[in-house]
């Protein structure tokens, strides 16, 4: 970690690593549905999406990693997310866990213009609105979709995960990983990740996948 200030920075950069479908998430075929990593974004970008409640403007929740999972149609879209969470200490992650609560309120996603004219990669220079699949032309406004489903992952340092093991019983959208996993240099392709990340998912409820 000597060469990053923080550990929320070895975060960033560890998870800008993983690829924009999360590794181990499954892929079905009556589901069609299209990947997109929200956060971190690349280190030379500073619009990303980010999640709140409806007719909040200032209450947002910015996970440490955000997959989007856009899926439905034009005229009624919708995202699924995937949430990574690295937490320092056990208050924090208390914190977070409360963002994340089972609620009556509805969850939105929002995903702002400069993000959605941007390149879906490095690599592939088409624009991620053309990449959600739900999208008919260049948005002039956020994106905004109600969010369907949750899943969180949560890292914790070695003791706290320990201690969680021993006696805490999770939620439902709940999944938890001892911090030096998360921040390992080949994270997502660590087999143990991939599976938990795979059990982090809609079709995991299902008897077949496809």
């Not at 899926?71 to 992650?93: K, Q, R, Y």
């Not at 030096?180 to 809609?202: E, F, H, M, N, T």
Request: charged share 20%.
């Amino acid at each position: 970690m000597a060469e990053y200030a923080t550990l929320d920075a070895l975060v960033r950069a560890r998870l800008r690593q993983w690829p924009q479908r999360p590794p181990g998430s499954s892929v079905s075929k009556q589901r069609p549905h299209s990947w997109l990593r929200g956060r971190p974004g690349e280190a030379t970008t500073t619009c990303h999406p980010f999640l709140k409640l409806p007719g909040s403007e200032r209450l947002r929740t910015l996970p440490d990693g955000l997959w989007l999972n856009f899926a439905g149609t034009p005229l009624e879209p919708f995202v699924d997310i995937l949430a990574i969470e690295a937490c320092g200490s056990l208050s924090n992650m208390q914190d977070k866990r409360a963002r994340f609560a089972p609620s009556t309120n509805s969850l939105l996603a929002v995903c702002p213009v400069p993000w959605l004219l941007g390149p879906t990669t490095p690599n592939d220079p088409t624009p991620r609105w053309q990449s959600t699949g739900v999208l008919r032309a260049e948005p002039a406004q956020p994106l905004i979709l109600p969010v369907r489903d949750i899943r969180v992952v949560y890292a914790l340092k070695q003791r706290h995960y320990n201690g969680l093991l021993e006696c805490h019983v999770p939620h439902a959208h709940e999944y938890f990983l001892p911090m030096d996993k998360l921040i390992a240099i080949d994270a997502a392709d660590d087999p143990d990740i991939q599976a938990l990340v795979g059990r982090a998912s809609v079709t995991a409820h299902f008897l077949t996948a496809n």
